[in-house]
C-alpha cells in the first residue's frame, strides 16, 4: 500500500497524489474521535498530510468526507442483515452485537465508544444534512434489527406480546449507552458484563408474565 504524501505543489494544477483509503482512515478516527463539529479541515489535512485543495478534489468538502467516512465505519446494510439472517434466534445476532459492540468501544488502536454517537454530540451546530444522515443509519439498524425479531415472533421464539419496535429501540439504547460508559474509560470487562446482564432480560418464551416490552 502506498503511504500518503506530504503537501506540496505540483504544477499544471493537478491534484496532490495520496492514498485514498488510508486518508478515509485517517479521517474517520479523527471524526470518531473528536466529532463532526469538533474536527477542524485543519487537523484533517494534517492527519492526511494533504492540502485542503486535494481534500475537496478526492472527497468534495468536510461534509462529504465524514459521510463517506460514517458509511465506512457503519458496515454495508447487507452484511448486517446477512448476519441476523444467519443467527439461529434474534438472541443470538443481538448478544453477538453487543459483545462486538463492547469490544469495537473499546480498541486498543481506535478511539473510544462509537462514531456514530459521538458524531453529533456536541449540539445543534452540526450540519443538518450530518445528523440527518447519521439518523438515517440508526433508523436503518433498528428496521433491521425489529424484523429479525418478528421473524422469532412469527415462529414462536419469542412471546407473541413482544413489541419488535420497542425491542430493538432499546438494543440500540444499550449500544449508545455503552458507548458514553467506553468513552467514560470504562473497561471492556464492564461493558460485557452490562451486555450479559442486558441478555438476562430478554423476553423469554417459557415465562408466563406479560412482557413488559409489549
Avoid at 57 to 84: H, I, V
Avoid at 112 to 119: D, M, P, V
Avoid at 140 to 151: F, S
Amino acid at each position: 500500500m502506498k503511504k500518503v504524501e506530504t503537501a506540496k505543489r505540483r504544477t499544471g494544477g493537478r491534484p496532490l497524489s495520496f492514498d485514498r483509503e488510508v486518508a478515509l482512515r485517517r479521517a474517520m478516527h479523527l471524526f470518531w474521535r473528536y466529532g463532526y463539529e469538533g474536527t477542524s479541515l485543519h487537523a484533517l489535512t494534517e492527519a492526511l498530510g494533504v492540502t485542503p485543495p486535494s481534500i475537496y478534489t478526492a472527497f468534495g468538502d468536510k461534509k462529504q468526507l465524514f459521510l463517506e467516512a460514517m458509511r465506512r465505519y457503519a458496515g454495508d446494510p447487507a452484511d448486517m442483515e446477512n448476519s441476523l439472517a444467519a443467527a439461529q434466534t434474534a438472541r443470538d445476532a443481538v448478544h453477538e452485537m453487543l459483545v462486538t459492540a463492547a469490544i469495537a468501544f473499546t480498541g486498543e488502536t481506535t478511539p473510544k465508544g462509537c462514531l456514530l454517537a459521538s458524531a453529533t454530540a456536541s449540539g445543534s451546530q452540526a450540519s443538518a444534512d450530518v445528523r440527518s444522515a447519521v439518523s438515517e443509519v440508526r433508523r436503518g439498524i433498528a428496521m433491521r434489527l425489529a424484523h429479525r425479531i418478528d421473524q422469532d415472533i412469527a415462529v414462536g421464539k419469542l412471546p407473541a406480546l413482544t413489541n419488535a419496535a420497542a425491542l430493538s429501540d432499546l438494543i440500540l439504547a444499550v449500544v449508545q449507552g455503552m458507548s458514553v460508559l467506553a468513552r467514560d474509560d470504562a473497561p471492556r470487562e464492564r461493558l460485557l458484563a452490562l451486555a450479559e446482564q442486558f441478555m438476562l432480560a430478554w423476553p423469554d418464551q417459557q415465562s408466563d408474565r406479560k412482557t413488559p416490552l409489549a
